[in-house]
């Protein structure tokens, strides 16, 4: 049995935080490639104390608190990113509220009140580039020097790179813009996914012979619309499917709305939360002249997008409970 994966929040009793434990520390966005770096330096570090290892993050995103009129589009949200955390053989996460309190906090109180004196850590893995603390003062090299003494261990990742490009949250959001999901699926270690409760729509793909599932994503994601290769987690069930993200200008240009049209597939999804993974890109979105020039090109669509799943046969998300 898979141990349970514990969420410790600003609210939970010191009493109930296992002491000891070292931590990975990041925003976690993706959990891609960079943070695993970063995951698995704590969790070696962890084996080596005989001790757990679990993440700390923050929530919401310090960028939202600190520009919360700017779009941000996240590559995972919290449920998500603790899925995520959760198959990375952590032993929980360490989720902190990130607000004008936390923001106003220095590096220094930071590290003795919320690391040593709540958490009781014995080491802690960061990123190269990673930052902390009222103006960012907090940085890799202040915990180096503080690491003696305060007894704690410390572990600096450098920076990932695939092709000789760094790895980042930032890289894989422009990736995902430009509908290049083989990158964003290079950095983040396994393909990029969405969550979504499936909805009513205008229910035109049953007149086409393509009934979809559609799920309303977040308006700040900035996934380049067109049509999708995708595989579908209903709880441990998967499905191959193609996927439309985009405003359907054929028809009414309205707000973006992932269209899922599951393959092979009887049954009544409203109202189900689905995971949608996304393993391909097979075209821009288009305006079709016509509704038979539209399903003609839905059927080769399809086609396309069950020739990319069967070369990826297990292309799905890492996931772990969360209670």
Not at 113 to 137: M, N, P, Q, T
Not at 181 to 197: H, K, N, R, Y
Request: hydrophobic content about 45%.
């Amino acid at each position: 049995m898979t141990p349970e994966f514990t969420v410790i929040r600003d609210t939970t009793p010191a009493a109930a935080i296992p002491r000891g434990a070292v931590v990975a520390m990041g925003n976690f966005d993706g959990v891609h490639l960079g943070h695993r770096a970063v995951i698995a330096s704590a969790l070696r570090m962890g084996h080596a104390h005989g001790k757990p290892a679990f993440a700390v993050t923050f929530e919401p995103h310090p960028r939202s608190f600190f520009s919360p009129n700017s779009p941000q589009f996240r590559l995972s949200d919290e449920t998500n990113k603790l899925r995520l955390l959760a198959g990375t053989g952590l032993a929980g996460a360490v989720v902190m509220t990130f607000d004008k309190s936390r923001a106003g906090t220095s590096a220094q109180d930071f590290i003795h009140h919320d690391l040593i004196e709540r958490l009781g850590i014995s080491g802690i893995a960061v990123g190269y580039d990673f930052h902390f603390g009222k103006g960012r003062v907090g940085s890799p090299a202040l915990l180096v020097s503080e690491a003696p003494r305060l007894g704690i261990e410390v572990d600096v990742q450098a920076h990932v790179d695939i092709e000789e490009r760094p790895v980042s949250s930032s890289a894989i959001r422009m990736a995902l813009a430009e509908g290049q999901i083989d990158d964003a699926t290079s950095m983040l270690g396994g393909p990029w996914f969405v969550s979504g409760e499936v909805i009513h729509g205008e229910k035109r793909g049953r007149d086409l012979g393509y009934p979809t599932a559609n799920i309303r994503l977040d308006k700040n994601c900035s996934l380049k619309h067109g049509i999708y290769a995708v595989r579908v987690g209903r709880g441990a069930e998967r499905f191959d499917a193609v996927a439309s993200f985009g405003r359907r200008p054929t028809f009414d240009n309205g707000a973006p709305l992932l269209e899922v049209f599951v393959f092979d597939f009887k049954g009544d999804l409203y109202g189900v939360t689905l995971d949608v993974a996304f393993i391909g890109f097979i075209r821009d979105e288009l305006k079709f002249d016509s509704i038979d020039a539209l399903i003609r090109q839905m059927d080769d669509d399809s086609a396309r997008a069950r020739a990319a799943l069967a070369a990826a046969p297990d292309a799905f998300p890492k996931l772990g409970a969360i209670s």
